[in-house]
């Protein structure tokens, strides 16, 4: 089977960077995925990694280390706006996606 | 270019009974997978839909079924709705293909009495 784990809650102050990790079990590896959800909002496409390293878009970076079966991802200079879940992802070889359990980011002022 | 829309926003039902939530894929997709997501958790895949066909299928009962139109949109209906039913669905639409980026609706919050 798949599975995710993450932490359920994180809290970081404005401007501040924060990390957010997630660990997963999978048989057939094609990918971790990143999304945001907002209170009441939809899940959004944030990253993709396939390969190890490092990806930036903006303030926002994902890592992975296909060895550690481990990625995380990074939000710099953090916005008040940046309150919201994180789900890591597992995206299957069709198109299922298998998601965490969620990351509630709390930022404080 | 409208993306992913779901309906209604908000519905409340009773232990037993039936519904039928719908959505438009973003234009241009011909793919749609439907996800519950209960209170604090990670939405769960239940199905996915391609050439009107089920092409996927989660660890969802049959009570769970769907459907898809020949202009891409589709249904999702539950039967026999029990509490634990209560949920968000939400939508999630993309191209055909592995590793193609889903967009998703704003989901259809479920309360079932």
């Known amino acids: 089977g798949q599975s995710l784990e993450q932490p359920s809650e994180v809290t970081a102050v404005e401007g501040a960077i924060v990390q957010i990790n997630c660990t997963y079990q999978t048989s057939g590896f094609y990918g971790l995925s990143w999304y945001q959800q907002h209170d009441g909002g939809a899940p959004t496409f944030l990253s993709y990694n396939a390969l190890d390293g490092l990806e930036e878009t903006g303030r926002f970076s994902s890592f992975l280390s296909r060895s550690d079966s481990y990625g995380y991802l990074l939000l710099q200079e953090l916005q008040m706006k940046d309150s919201a879940s994180y789900f890591c992802a597992l995206p299957g070889r069709d198109d299922k996606i298998i998601f965490g359990k969620g990351t509630r980011l709390h930022i404080l002022p | 270019d409208a993306g992913v829309t779901q309906s209604p926003t908000h519905l409340i039902k009773t232990r037993g009974q039936q519904v039928t939530l719908r959505c438009s894929p973003k234009?241009?997709?011909?793919?749609v997978s439907w996800y519950q997501q209960a209170l604090g958790q990670g939405p769960q895949f239940i199905f996915q839909y391609y050439e009107e066909e089920e092409r996927q299928r989660g660890n969802f009962p049959d009570r769970f079924s769907g459907h898809q139109f020949p202009n891409y949109s589709s249904e999702l209906n539950v039967n026999a709705l029990l509490l634990g039913d209560s949920a968000l669905y939400l939508c999630?639409?993309?191209?055909?293909?592995?590793?193609?980026?889903?967009?998703f609706g704003p989901g259809t919050r479920l309360l079932v009495l």
């Open positions: 234009s241009g997709h011909d793919t």
């Open positions: 999630a639409s993309s191209l055909a293909g592995p590793q193609e980026t889903q967009y």
